[in-house]
Structures are given as C-alpha cells and as structure tokens.
C-alpha cells in the first residue's frame, strides 16, 4: 500500500516535469522552425524599410536596441529603489515588524498587477505631464512593473540573512552602514537571482510598453523620443496578414529568447565570479 | 523538597551581597544595579557584579535564568531591540557604558563577543580577521598582513590556513571557523573577550584547542564566559557566577564556589539536582 502510493505520487512528478518541459519544448520547436528561415543578418543589423505592416525589407535592429536600452534602464533605476527597501525592511526595521510586513503585503500586490494597468497607469501620468510615448516613459513604466519582483526576491534572501552575523558585526564596532555593506555582500547571490527576474519579465512584457514607449522605425537616439521594442515588433508584424510578416514575428521571437539566453547566462556567470571574489 | 526550593529562592541577603561586591581583585568591569525587561519581563533583576581583570569568569545558571542576557548588556547588543529595557550601570573603568554620550561602536570596540555558532562575514580568511583593522582605519596592506598573521598565530590558525588566506572563510571546518571569529575579535584588540556557550557548538577536540587558547588569552585580556557545561567551568574558570531566574545568586573564586558553595541553590545546581 505505502509502496503504491510512493509509485504514484512519483509518476505524478515525472508527468508533471515532462509536460512542462514538453511545452517548453514545444514552443522552442515553433520559434525555431518558423523563424530560423526567416531569420538573416539584416534582421538584426538593420532597421525596417517600407513600413512594418507590410515590410519585408530590412531588420528590427531599432526594436533590439530598443528592448535593450529600455531593459539596462528599467533594471538600473528598480535595482537603486528596491534594494534600499528591501535592506529597510529587514535590518533598519526589525524583520517581522507591522511596518515590514505591510510593505510586503502591498509589494505582493503590485506583483500581481497585470502589466497593462502599469501601461495604462504609466499613460495617464503621462498625460498628466503632457509627455509624449517615449522610451524615458518605457523606462518608468517598466521599472513600476519589476520593482515588487526585485523587492521580494531580494527580500526572500535578506530575511534569512542570520543575526549572529549582524551581531558579529555590530560587536566588531561596525556602525549600521558598515553592517549593511557587508549584508550586500551577504545576499550578493539573491541580487543576482532578482536581476535575472527583472530582466526576464521587463523585457517580455509588451502591455507596458505599448502605450508608454509607442514604437518607432528609427534607432531611438533621445529618451525624450518613441522607441521600438522586441515584444511590440512580434505583435505587430504578427498582426499583418501576410505570411513573411509573419515569419518575421517568429524569427524577432526567436532573437529575444536568445537576447534573454544570453543575459541570463552573463548574469549568472557574473554573479558567480562576483561571489567568488568576494565571498 | 527541591521544588519549593526552584519555586521560591532564596534571595542573597544584604550582607551576603556585600560580601560577593568586596572579596575581590583588581575590578576591570562593574555592573551596578543592572535590571533588564523584555516585552516588560523582569529578566535581569537587580546584579551587581564585579568582572575581574585578566581571569576567566564564568557564568553558569539554568537555561532561561538570563546567562545571555546579561553577557550581551555588557557590549550594548540590545542597543536595537526596541522591546528590551535596560537600567542600572556598567562600568568599564571609570566609564559607564549606558550613559548618554558614550558611542556605542567606542563600547563595543572594547569587547570582542565570540557567538555560539561560529559566523563568518562572507568575504576570505583574510578580509575577515582584516575587518575590524580597516574600520579603525589600518589601510597599509603590510600593516594588515602583520596584524592578520599575529592573530592567526595568536588563535593558532596560522600554520592550518597561512597558504589560503585568499580562500573564502566559509570553507573552513566549523572548529576553524570559531577560532577565525576569535582572531577576528582579537584585531580590533579588544579588553575584554565575552564568550556566549562558546564551544557547544563545536566538537571536543576543537573545544579543548578553544579551551587552551582562553587559559592563554587571559594574560592579556578579561575573559567573560555563558557556559552550559559545569565541567568546563571547572576546568578553565577562575570566578564563577552562578545565576537562577535573573538573580545572581553566588560569586567567587571558582575553587570555593565549587567546593564549598555558600547558597543552597547553587549547591543543588552543581550537584546536578536542577539544571
């Protein structure tokens, strides 16, 4: 009895694993086989010519380093926010103060904000200032959508940071600016897991960016100016009706899975080294 | 019988006070009228202690009679807890710590804490013994090495690690680890050492190389111990401080104490009726 109820919750978690895997698979499969033909060296090295709709000249090297700027931008201003609250509500504040645990509360719900509220919130603002979609509006609007994920990830780990290690400072005479120097260095891996986080949901995430970062066939050179964007240049060239167009949607698919790739293996290798030297 | 006596101790009269406060040497640190709450419990009530200079104090009790508690109103650890009040004096010298315009971090300085379970700041073996110097202001690589290598010698870490200062700390044994928390505390040359069950983490031979270097250590420092085991009292302390539900209880010679305990409670602790 013991015996089959170990058998059947095992193949319960293979089924799970494989299916998710499957899917993950699967959809590689579909952003390969449709994109890889369409995909060239213009693609990437150049901008589109003869309108997106209906283009089939040129690249989407605008939405590329659009996506990119806007990803560095977002990331830089949540990391100066978020890891400043997350060390307040851990060591400033006591842990499980009243006031930490509303903060994570709150920060808990933004998480689950769809990302179009942040577009539609970011727009309003917008508007309210009488700006016009551009990639400095992108930049905030992102970064409103990746602070609670880089606050709470960071938090995650802060929360386990050990208090002998704070009292073993603190008996060394270190004053609280010199402890939280040393906590940095402490959860210096958590950092790292909260970077790759943000970056992979900023940097997917169309919705926010439609209405605060417009689009735009230029490389953006003003943050004052529309920049495109990877996910809006799938969606837009998705949207055409003619096939190559399409195609196009999969191969910019198939360029910012491997954008992602690619960032999410430097971080780690970064971070790696970083913890290496350091720790 | 012996749980009338836990329920209700008896109190050290006033002269036996008197006694505890007078019958000592040369005083490095003064607790007077010390009283502690947390959440507004009476955790510590009314110690008066004299801590001599250069020997092992020990300070035994029952888990809960505030061993910890008191050892860390000694270096201001409850600075930061919001919830525990702190009352009375403690004297280094002359100097109260608890008064107003004392710095903490210039306390602290004073007293290097060495935890239960050794803890380690995430950086190399190096950096670690290194830190307290670079918050006083040692910035001269040499002058780092030389004061790294003393202490490590000092702890007798150097000959383990000397090849791997580079290392990070956490790759060290646990028992290499509480004797790098110790060089640590020593860089900051400290007067006194505070040692919260400092070894019951360890293992016994780690323990007895912990043991060996406090008998060492006290020729140039006041060495204050929390310990759970009665036999390492025995073996290392020269005054021992015998504490039952925030009171203390007896304090002495560790030689009379243990051979001729003056309150019963202390004499039922060491028999082992309670613990």
Redesign the interface.
């Known amino acids: 009895m013991k015996n089959l109820e170990e058998k059947i919750f095992k193949a319960l978690m293979i089924f799970a694993s494989v299916t998710i895997l499957s899917v993950l698979l699967y959809i590689l499969y579909v952003i390969i086989s449709k994109g890889l033909p369409s995909l060239n060296w213009d693609m990437v090295s150049k901008i589109p010519s003869g309108g997106f709709y209906l283009g089939k000249e040129g690249g989407i090297l605008n939405a590329i380093l659009g996506s990119l700027i806007l990803i560095a931008g977002s990331v830089l201003i949540s990391m100066v926010i978020s890891l400043p609250v997350a060390l307040y509500i851990n060591f400033v504040k006591r842990k499980e103060s009243k006031f930490s645990n509303t903060l994570r509360f709150a920060f808990d719900i933004l998480f689950g904000i769809p990302s179009i509220v942040y577009g539609a919130f970011g727009f309003m603002v917008m508007i309210y200032f009488g700006l016009q979609a551009s990639l400095l509006g992108g930049i905030i609007a992102v970064s409103l959508l990746v602070i609670p994920i880089m606050v709470r990830s960071i938090d995650e780990v802060a929360v386990s940071v050990p208090q002998d290690l704070i009292e073993a400072l603190k008996s060394l005479g270190a004053t609280q600016y010199e402890t939280l120097k040393v906590i940095v260095r402490q959860i210096s891996p958590g950092i790292t897991t909260a970077i790759l986080l943000s970056i992979g949901r900023g940097i997917g995430d169309a919705a926010t960016v439609l209405f605060t970062a417009g689009y735009s066939d230029s490389i953006p050179v003003s943050p004052m100016q529309p920049a495109a964007t990877l996910p809006l240049a799938i969606f837009f060239q998705l949207s055409s009706p003619v096939e190559e167009v399409q195609n196009r949607a999969y191969a910019a698919a198939l360029i910012l899975t491997i954008i992602i790739l690619i960032l999410s293996f430097s971080t780690r290798y970064f971070g790696r080294k970083m913890s290496k030297s350091k720790l | 019988m012996i749980d009338t006596a836990i329920a209700a101790p008896d109190k050290p009269s006033i002269k036996q006070k008197m006694t505890i406060v007078q019958s000592l040497p040369a005083t490095h640190l003064k607790v007077e009228g010390l009283n502690v709450y947390i959440h507004g419990k009476h955790i510590l009530k009314d110690i008066n202690l004299n801590i001599p200079e250069k020997k092992i104090t020990c300070i035994i009790g029952p888990s809960g009679c505030g061993k910890t508690t008191l050892l860390r109103s000694l ?1 201001r ?1 409850h600075d ?1 807890a ?1 919830e525990v009040k702190v009352e009375g004096q403690v004297y280094v010298g002359d100097e109260d710590i608890y008064a107003k315009n004392v710095e903490v ?2 306390i ?2 004073k ?3 060495l ?3 050794p ?1 380690v ?4 073996i190096f950096d670690n013994v290194a ?2 110097p670079r ?2 202001g040692t910035r001269r690589r040499r002058k780092l090495y030389e004061i790294v290598k003393h202490q490590l010698q000092a702890v007798g870490l150097w000959e383990e690690v000397k090849d791997r200062l580079k290392t ?1 700390a ?1 790759r060290l044994s646990i028992g290499q680890q509480q004797r790098l ?1 110790l060089a ?2 020593l860089a ?1 040359e400290p007067e006194f050492i ?1 040692g919260d069950e400092a070894t019951s983490a360890l293992d016994p031979l780690s323990t007895t190389k912990i043991e060996e270097m406090f008998l060492t250590l006290k020729e140039k420092y006041s060495i204050v111990l929390v310990t759970h085991t009665l036999r390492q009292a025995k073996r290392i302390s020269d005054y021992i401080a015998f504490m039952y539900l925030g009171e203390l209880i007896e304090f002495g010679p560790s030689g009379e104490v243990f051979s001729n305990p003056k309150h019963k409670l202390t004499r039922e602790y060491l028999d082992g009726s309670f613990s």
Do not use: F, I
């Open positions: 270096n650890l930061d919001s971090t210039h602290r300085k007293m290097g804490l935890a239960q379970r803890t700041l995430p950086m190399s830190y307290g918050l006083y990070p956490v928390c640590r505390g900051v505070l």
